[in-house]
């Protein structure tokens, strides 16, 4: 008998694996569904991101400098900034056994955020050792607006999530082991290198992930293991500091261009500034964009959604923050966690936009993992009561362990009731979010460039060739022609890039994102795009 239980268990082990594999596969078509639609169009820095992937997919360059560049330059514009390297690689990959198109390269982006979301349920799961909470935080998250709409979007913001869970995951790892391996510490600075050649707001999270590091040194083992993680990381960062004194200043350029920060300010320039660091942080904590109105950019939230997160999700977050500076704030685990959360809004904080989603990334994953104690609370079972308080091995003297700690206060039903109603607020608010995304966002005509195509479309419909690409005052949307060129398989021959400030010659086609042309006869308006013959 127990030989046959035994074949029927390693029987019946792949057949869960297919199942699972089944369901997850079924839940992202489902996740992804509708991705090349809405968002309508494809945004400008869509278009850089993807076609830039598209080259190197072919030729190992991106538009424009040397081959399997550091960072790409994201326009041939006078005054450029650079793309970080991570997700046009990734993206490359792709591109190089599927045709691109706007569905791959948004089921793409996709992909790394719906990955972020079951990652945030792994991590749930090995926290509180329930495989219950896993499923719920990842179920939450993937609910999430916050995560849901940026993952929709073609540019490296959508691979930020991912990169602090897999960061979070391996700190996890490290802080239950007693003496780290050299395999260890590759595996977390490896995670703080993503974080930083994934985003723009990962150059300034990875460094203070690092530097926090020191919450969970309880020994001087530890503490070694931290400062060779830190010689490690510093180590990955010597090309992309080469990268900057070779190429003039790019790694802050982008700082500069969205910060109040001004380089070599006076002292009251400096207080001045962090006045401001004070009000913008603040700003970036307050509870109207979080849940009642989101991001106020176009391209980031659907205006009249709802906010970035949902009540329920934000109300277990704040119990869960609760119960750890009440009772868990001796674990080291958990003071980082506190730690992070404060760490995560300076990218937000340091830039002139209020609420930025995709600075504030890393924010929303914080918020996520606070979630697990109050989860572990109201799933805990009710105890009989003791004399003598148990403590469980490893804790620290004389504090109740977590079974304890779970089932002191409501009882059992009372708190698997209360979880039921946030469960069931979570959907319907869900819900309702996903019916306003569905019904308003494809409407986004103006913000992802939808006029764009149609002007495209009558210029490309004509014989006369080449299509001149005048960039004007709605951005250098020549990129967005090369891109559909790419789609379509039109060669790149067919269009010539006018130079800023450059006049076509007489007679010719132009494509312009100027809204009104100077001696031209108009063919076609496509709101702030124009199609015109050059007199």
């Known amino acids: 008998m127990p030989v046959t239980g035994g074949a029927a268990g390693v029987t019946q082990k792949p057949l869960r694996i297919l199942l699972c594999a089944t369901a997850v596969i079924l839940l992202f ?20 991101t993807a076609y830039n992937a598209y080259l190197v997919s072919r030729t190992g360059a ?100 991912f990169t602090v869970v897999l960061f979070l995951l391996a700190a996890y790892r490290i802080q239950s082991k007693e003496r780290w391996s050299w395999r260890d510490i590759v595996v977390v600075a490896s995670s703080l290198t993503v974080i930083t050649y994934g985003y723009f707001s990962g150059r300034v999270l990875a460094p203070l992930f690092a530097l926090g590091l020191l919450f969970i040194t309880t020994t001087k083992h530890r503490l070694l293991g931290v400062v060779v993680i830190w010689f490690a990381y510093a180590v990955t960062l010597v090309p992309i500091i080469l990268f900057n004194r070779s190429h003039s200043g790019v790694l802050t350029k982008r700082l500069w261009e969205v910060t109040y920060i001004k380089p070599g300010a006076s ?69 980082f966690v506190l730690y992070g959360l404060v760490a995560s809004i300076v990218p937000g904080a340091i830039t002139d936009w209020p609420f930025h989603e995709l600075r504030l990334m890393g924010y929303a994953v914080f918020l996520l993992v606070l979630t697990v104690p109050a989860l572990e609370w109201l799933l805990g079972r009710d105890e009989p009561k003791q004399g003598v308080r148990g403590t469980s091995e490893g804790s620290h003297s004389g504090e109740p362990d977590r079974a304890t700690v779970a089932t002191q206060g409501l009882s059992h039903p009372i708190r698997l009731s209360f979880l039921g109603i946030l469960l069931a607020a979570t959907v319907v608010q869900a819900v309702d979010f996903q019916i306003i995304f569905w019904r308003q966002g494809p409407e986004r005509y103006f913000a992802f460039d939808v006029l764009y195509k149609a002007a495209y479309d009558a210029a490309v419909a004509r014989p006369e060739r080449p299509i001149y690409l005048e960039n004007g005052q709605w951005g250098p949307a020549y990129m967005d022609a090369y891109w559909y060129a790419a789609v379509e398989g039109r060669p790149l021959s067919e269009f010539v890039r006018l130079p800023d400030g450059a006049k076509p010659p007489s007679g010719a086609i132009v494509l312009s994102s100027n809204s009104n042309c100077q001696n031209c006869e108009v063919i076609q308006k496509s709101g702030a795009y124009e199609l015109y013959r050059a007199k």
């Not at 450029?80 to 690689?89: H, V």
């Not at 959604?305 to 750890?324: R, Y």
Request: with cysteine; hydrophobic share 50%; net charge positive.
């Open 267 to 335: 002292w009251n320039e400096i207080t001045s500034e962090f006045a401001e660091f004070v009000r913008c942080y603040l700003q970036d904590q307050s509870l109207t964009p979080l849940l009642m109105t989101g991001d106020p950019h176009w391209h980031h939230h659907v205006e009249g959604s709802g906010g970035a997160i949902l009540f329920a999700t934000f109300i277990l977050a704040m119990a869960g923050l609760l119960l750890v500076i009440a009772r868990r704030w001796r674990d080291p685990w958990w003071r």
């Open 29 to 48: 078509r489902l996740y992804t569904c509708g991705v090349s639609q809405n968002p309508p169009g494809f945004y400008l820095d869509e278009s850089a």
């Open 62 to 161: 991106g538009e424009v400098g040397p081959r399997f560049p550091l960072l790409f330059q994201e326009y041939a514009v006078r005054n450029p900034t650079y793309i970080n390297p991570l997700t046009i690689y990734l993206l490359a990959i792709v591109f190089r056994f599927l045709h691109p198109s706007i569905l791959v390269a948004r089921t793409f982006a996709a992909f790394w955020m719906f990955a972020a979301c079951l990652l945030l349920g792994v991590l749930a799961k090995r926290i509180s050792g329930k495989r219950s909470i896993g499923i719920i935080v990842a179920g939450t998250a993937l609910l999430t607006p916050w995560f849901f709409e940026i993952g929709r979007l073609v540019w490296d913001a959508h691979f930020s999530a």
